[in-house]
């Protein structure tokens, strides 16, 4: 075992989120209600409210684990694990992939779940950037300098949690070649595919396209049902009892309830119609964070995210992030994640896909202390 490492940002959102009045802290689209859920997904009421509050099948119903399974090509129903959340799927991967001796390969930034359990396991993580002078691709030469007969794992997040980017072609291609070289598995976390701000077609899964793939979703993110805690990985189908058995000892199962909503939320006519509200709120919140960023053109500035709900958005002040969004929250209860939870000073977290009056009341806010700054520097 390794130094225990906090997950960073996890611990700021855990410590500060509830009770804020403007959390943009978060990096999916504005949740749905039960209500509006059954609506769009059609679902019948009296059905679910006579479901028995029992045990569901472990490993997933075979409705859901179908229905997740038709989301990818050549997939079937054995390839899926049903999993607390994408959260406990990030966990078993790393609990069950990583031996004596292995490394992990990470992006930065990103979102750490995946890297920080293998730190915390005692599994060297190393690093490779994604270059901001490049609209955050990444760098091939560090990926070929990191990678080497003893990784195990490379683990990316696409679209990118925080970035917002979407892998190029180029990209997949390099990683998918640096892992066939070392026979390495992709960890494939794509929970914002389906979040897309200039198509609607979900950005393509890495599953299909190399044999040493485990794709991880859940429905938190692209779906707005953060509170169904429901996820899943796909993997070859002769990996899942592995999981599996990690699995009864981490939660045993995800609930009854959260299998019959999410299993009704990916009928094919209810996911179109639920991805097609989370672009909707993606789209319009973004143009409402570049209207309101323009106030002070000067100082902010970000990459256009190619799709989630969330900006990483750089900024030029005399204080750091920390100090930054530590003044938001005290001076104007205005919530963002600061870049140093990422590992990148002078950038800010924003999530943008809100109610539209509730949006441009918080940035107002961070405008007005943006002001303040600029006025005693």
């Not at 683990?155 to 980017?165: E, K, L, R, S």
């Not at 929970?191 to 938190?220: H, L, Q």
């Not at 789209?283 to 989630?308: I, K, W």
């Not at 920390?322 to 005290?330: I, K, N, Q, V, W």
């Amino acid at each position: 075992m390794g130094e225990f490492k906090a997950f960073a940002v996890e611990q700021y959102l855990s410590e500060l989120e509830h009770g804020v009045q403007y959390n943009f802290s978060e990096s999916g689209v504005h949740p749905m209600s039960y209500a509006e859920l059954c609506d769009l997904a059609d679902i019948d009421r009296d059905a679910l409210f006579a479901t028995l509050v029992d045990y569901p099948q472990v490993n997933g119903n075979q409705l859901l684990r179908e229905r997740i399974a038709a989301l990818y090509p050549k997939a079937h129903a054995d390839n899926v694990l049903v999993t607390v959340g994408a959260t406990e799927a990030n966990t078993l991967v790393a609990a069950t992939l990583l031996e004596d001796g292995d490394n992990v390969i990470r992006f930065s930034p990103t979102y750490e779940q995946l890297a920080g359990n293998a730190h915390n396991l005692g599994f060297e993580v190393r690093t490779v950037d994604m270059l901001p002078s490049r609209a955050w691709a990444i760098d091939g030469d560090g990926l070929t300098a990191a990678v080497d007969e003893r990784t195990r794992i490379i683990h990316v997040v696409n679209p990118n949690n925080p970035t917002g980017q979407v892998l190029s072609d180029e990209d997949r291609e390099a990683i998918i070649a640096a892992a066939r070289g070392v026979g390495a598995w992709i960890v494939a976390d794509e929970v914002y595919s389906g979040t897309e701000r200039n198509s609607d077609e979900p950005t393509p899964s890495f599953w299909g396209n190399y044999e040493r793939v485990i794709a991880i979703n859940s429905m938190s993110k692209a779906y707005g049902l953060p509170g169904l805690r429901l996820g899943w990985l796909l993997a070859p189908a002769s990996l899942i009892s592995d999981f599996w058995r990690r699995h009864e000892y981490a939660s045993i199962t995800a609930t009854m309830m959260s299998m019959h909503l999410a299993a009704a939320a990916l009928a094919p006519t209810a996911r179109d119609a639920i991805t097609a509200r989370a672009r909707r709120l993606i789209r319009r919140g973004f143009d409402t964070l570049q209207e309101q960023l323009a106030h002070h053109p000067e100082v902010f500035s970000v990459v256009p995210p190619q799709a989630s709900a969330m900006s990483f958005v750089k900024f030029n002040l005399p204080v750091d992030s920390d100090t930054f969004a530590s003044r938001l929250l005290g001076e104007e209860d205005v919530l963002v994640i600061p870049g140093s939870r990422f590992g990148v000073e002078g950038h800010f977290r924003f999530s943008s896909a809100l109610p539209d009056e509730h949006l441009r009341a918080g940035l107002a806010r961070m405008n007005a202390l943006t002001g303040r700054i600029l006025g005693s520097a």
